[in-house]
């Protein structure tokens, strides 16, 4: 989940270590001797060389030919390492949008793009998200946010140290999952997570807006406080992203237990949850996970649409038409039951937030993308019968 101390956890397939009981790829303890299967030592280097020496004879006279290879083939992606997967899913990932910027007179504004038609060469670019920046004033009301939570930092200490790196242990506590029965499940939040990070450091750094630390010095942040911008916020971007993601795969595995919303609900609750933190510990507004929140579930959207082809969601946040004197409440920006967001976000009448859908979808497909997605579908189908 969000890495905003430095997002180190973007270490590859580097064994998961956010479960500290897996070793990851580790598992090959009968190659442990040649550092690596693959001989990526000087002593197997040598060992494999001399070997050779003994068991080649002469030259073959004739040899068989393999087949040729599948040109752009996603077959082949079952036989690439984790590393170079990885690579694909962002090579398909990161050209889908554009991040710009812009001043008006409410205030800075960033735009993410959908880029649509890639595939055929006609490409053009439509809003998919667009953020306004609050105020300073809005920011110094939410501030007696930040001072109230800060009287529950001792409950919330283990939680909130937790989620700095990597936060799938606490996904996975509602759905069962781990790197030897979800590899593909875990492979696209990693994906998805290494891509929302461009996304949300450009939107950051584009509207510039303060943490709360430089309000005052009796906000005393519990951790250190991350240099990039406040909003939106990153870890509640990537929360909600992350736990849409989780519910649509669910959903898609047709498992009977999967299809009541109240598996929905607690990923949603989750997403709150390390949101919320991040205010408790000092170094975001309430504000900054409204915003993270919208972005985070468009971006799901976004990612699935590359999958399918399908719909995909255009949304908005005005930050100073939102009121100041509101916490965060996911409850009015997404519906569980229905998988969408609210047209229209508010607060006793006036609009911060829309989200519009566009039901027809585009056709475009990712073969590569479509290919991780369904391998991450079947590891939630369940099995088994009456017995």
Not at 23 to 34: I, P, T, V
Not at 219 to 244: C, D, K, N, W, Y
Not at 252 to 278: C, H, T
Request: charged share 20%; hydrophobic share 35%.
């Amino acid at each position: 989940m969000p890495r905003e101390s430095g997002y180190s956890g973007y270490s590859g397939y580097s064994g998961y270590s956010g479960y500290s009981g897996y070793s990851g790829y580790s598992g090959y303890s009968g190659y442990s001797a040649f550092g690596g299967f693959g001989g990526e030592s000087p002593d197997a280097a040598l060992a494999l060389t001399t070997n050779r020496d003994g068991i080649v004879s002469s030259k073959l006279d004739k040899i068989t030919f393999p087949a040729p290879g599948g040109w752009d083939d996603p077959e082949t992606i079952k036989r690439l390492s984790p590393e170079v997967r990885a690579a694909l899913y962002q090579s398909e990932l990161a050209p889908s949008v554009e991040v710009t910027a812009s001043l008006s007179e409410a205030g800075p504004t960033t735009t993410v793009w959908r880029r649509m038609g890639r595939k055929q060469g006609g490409e053009r670019e439509v809003k998919m998200v667009e953020m306004t920046a609050p105020d300073i004033t809005q920011l110094a009301t939410q501030l007696d946010y930040v001072m109230g939570y800060a009287q529950i930092r001792t409950d919330r200490l283990a939680e909130v140290t937790a989620q700095i790196g990597l936060s799938e242990p606490f996904y996975a506590t509602i759905g069962y999952m781990g790197p030897d029965r979800t590899p593909y499940t875990l492979a696209l939040l990693d994906a998805a997570a290494a891509f929302s990070f461009t996304v949300i450091q450009r939107t950051k750094f584009s509207l510039g807006v303060k943490r709360p630390i430089e309000f005052s010095p009796q906000v005393q942040p519990m951790i250190p406080t991350p240099t990039h911008a406040t909003l939106p916020s990153g870890h509640a971007t990537e929360a909600f992203m992350i736990a849409r993601l989780l519910w649509k795969l669910l959903l898609a595995s047709k498992a009977p237990q999967y299809q009541e919303s109240y598996w929905g609900e607690m990923l949603m609750r989750q997403a709150s949850r390390i949101a919320i933190n991040r205010t408790v510990a000092g170094v975001h507004f309430p504000v900054d996970s409204v915003a993270g929140a919208i972005l985070g579930l468009t971006l799901a959207q976004h990612i699935e649409a590359e999958v399918k082809g399908t719909q995909w969601t255009s949304s908005s946040f005005d930050g100073p038409a939102f009121s100041a004197k509101e916490d965060f409440n996911w409850t009015q920006i997404y519906d569980v039951s229905d998988d969408m967001m609210f047209p229209r976000m508010e607060h006793d009448g006036c609009v911060w937030g829309t989200s519009v859908a566009d039901r027809k979808g585009t056709g475009q497909v990712s073969p590569i993308l479509s290919w991780l997605w369904d391998k991450a579908v079947s590891e939630w189908a369940d099995i088994g019968g009456a017995g």
